[in-house]
T-cell receptor, first 111, second 113 residues
Framework: KQEVTQIPAALSVPEGENLVLNCSFT??????LQWFRQDPGKGLTSLLL?????REQTSGRLNASLDKSSGRSTLYIAASQPGDSATYLC??????????FGQGTRLTINP | GAVVSQHPSWVICKSGTSVKIECRSL??????MFWYRQFPKQSLMLMAT?????????EQGVEKDKFLINHASLTLSTLTVTSAHPEDSSFYIC?????????FGPGTRLTVL
């Protein structure tokens, strides 16, 4: 059974810092991996999707990497801003679009 | 990406009543939708796969007679929580499969008193 773990569970950093969020998964047989952002009481916003054949994807200040063989992905956020404060979730797609989610990292950017 | 709406955004009901939650794909015809449940400070757990024109597929441990799913059209799936109890209080989120990825609705907060 696929298990997805995100470390750390919570992170608080001053504005302007670069930071890395980690995601690991136990079964490397995945189709893709997706990073989402969730604001309190809201739905999910897709940030980046990495296909299993890709190593990384970039969107603005966000960069996500994928090492399928070791079961790891990282989300790099450059020059963090208070508006980046949210919970970040990673999810792996094992086929038929069934997503298995990690527990999330609650990020707080302090002005 | 696809735009997904949910209605209502929040609902409070008495124990024993049934509640219907709608999930609409506003700009995309979706043959497949998913329903997730999220308890406070926990991650999303897939409840069921909703397939247009056929029966839903439920994940292990999800009672199909309690969580009724109807996907009657390519733009609408409904989740009915029957005889709701306080332990059913949760955040319910649907998603639409399109362009090889999932797009999520804003969620429905259900509180059962």
């Amino acid at each position: 059974k696929q298990e997805v773990t995100q470390i750390p569970a919570a992170l608080s950093v001053p504005e302007g810092e670069n930071l890395v969020l980690n995601c690991s998964f136990t079964d490397s047989a995945i189709y893709n991996l997706q990073w989402f952002r969730q604001d309190p009481g809201k739905g999910l916003t897709s940030l980046l999707l990495i296909q299993s054949s890709q190593r990384e994807q970039t969107s603005g200040r966000l960069n996500a990497s994928l090492d399928k063989s070791s079961g790891r992905s990282t989300l790099y956020i450059a020059a963090s801003q208070p508006g980046d404060s949210a919970t970040y979730l990673c999810a792996v797609n094992q086929g038929a679009q069934k997503l298995v989610f990690g527990q999330g990292t609650r990020l707080t950017i302090n002005p | 990406g696809a735009v997904v709406s949910q209605h209502p955004s929040w609902v409070i009901c008495k124990s024993g009543t049934s509640v219907k939650i709608e999930c609409r794909s506003l700009d995309f015809q979706a043959t497949t939708m998913f329903w997730y449940r999220q308890f406070p400070k926990q991650s999303l757990m897939l409840m069921a796969t909703s397939n247009e024109g056929s029966k839903a597929t439920y994940e292990q441990g999800v009672e199909k007679d309690k969580f009724l799913i109807n996907h009657a059209s390519l733009t609408l799936s409904t989740l009915t929580v029957t005889s709701a109890h306080p332990e059913d209080s949760s955040f319910y989120i649907c998603s639409v499969v399109g362009y090889n990825e999932q797009f999520f609705g804003p969620g429905t907060r259900l509180t059962v008193l």
